[in-house]
């Protein structure tokens, strides 16, 4: 444990260690598992070699070996961070991305860390300072800029790292210039925050908590909606009467609180874990919004769930609550075209396949078109499927064809929630 946290980045608080571990169940309990890294995230060879590089007792060789390996974690695959940054007068805005129509993402430089840390993450590149593969912005000007110049963005995903570790004063520098500015076209601005699950404190007893809850108001009071995106991963964070005294407080300001989380092996790979927090949400007065497969993940392999198997999951977990839990739409992947949602596994005229669909697209005409792929029991991704039926491309490719940035594989995004 020690030594894997050389390598991935480690941080928990004694909320998350004292109340939501149940330590009777380590190292199998589901929130240890979320929130303490593995000694099996590493494969056999980088173990050994982080081994080694210790009982040399050579600070700097220590150093190179868990760069190394970082870097063959490397979260961000080749183009990433340049992916989807949108530009104004020819100059990118670092700390924007831009790729579905509708919305804008902005990363607040002072908002790139959490309050613990998930083990399966892939933003740890922000939280370890590798250079180079940050994304940042402390510049609400150029998001504002942006907005005027681009009326069809109606959502600001405000996301990190968790915006909500900064201070009361801080997020009103970020926030109240972007009510200022009078933008008519903006409807609605989300937070994309693990808090949450946490550290509820944020909303109930920190020392500026009243303050943060005052500045959810006059957000609603100038006509916006708030949306507090939440990222619920177990239903174990909700279980806590401080976590739902904090879901009460926000849902008091007239904030929406919408939830979403990745299925993750070891953690949620498990309907009856959602559908009861599904549940739990509704009952609370929060919506269930998004399921995640993840795929850019420090350690895939230790927490990759197959599709097959995600949209089991899905399918279970949603038949079991009533329809106004039937909001959750997933299993989703974040990919290069888009959102794509594995809609379910079916046998047409002898061949087994996927049925797909675009939640989101880049390009918005191919939003809802179904689609479908090869039946694979061992997938995880898109770009583990090939087409059904002898097809050469995916819809969207043909479209695709003749741009010049045209990549062949499907890369996983930066999905817009913390
Ligand atoms: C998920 C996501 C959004 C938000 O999509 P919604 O379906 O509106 O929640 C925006 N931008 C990116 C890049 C995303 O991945
Ligand atoms: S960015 Fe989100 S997924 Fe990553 S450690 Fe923070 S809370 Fe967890």
Known sequence: MVRVARVLPFRTNRYVVDELIDWARVPDDPMFQLTFPQPEMLVPSDRASLARAEETGDAAALEATVRAIQRRLNPHPAGQV???????????????????????????SQGQTCHAYCSYCFRWPQFVGLDGLKFASSETDDLIAYLRAHPGVTSVLVTGGDPMIMRAPLLRRYIEPLLAANLPSLASIRIGTKSVAYWPHRFVEDDDSDDVLRLFEEVVRRGKTLALMAHYSHPRELATPLARRALARILATGAVVRCQAPLIRHVNDDARAWSELWRTEVQLGAVPYYMFIARDTGARRYFEVPLAQAWEIYRDAVSSVSGLARTVRGPSMSATPGKVVVDGIAEIRGDKVFALR????????WVGRPFFARFDPAAAWLDDLRPAFGEERWFFEDEEADTPNRRGRLLPVIEGAA
């Open 82 to 108: 340049t992916h989807n940054v949108p530009t104004l007068n020819g100059r990118p805005l670092d700390g924007l991305q831009h790729k579905y129509r509708e919305t804008v993402l902005f990363f607040p």
């Open 358 to 365: 675009l939640l989101q697209a880049r390009d918005p005409s």
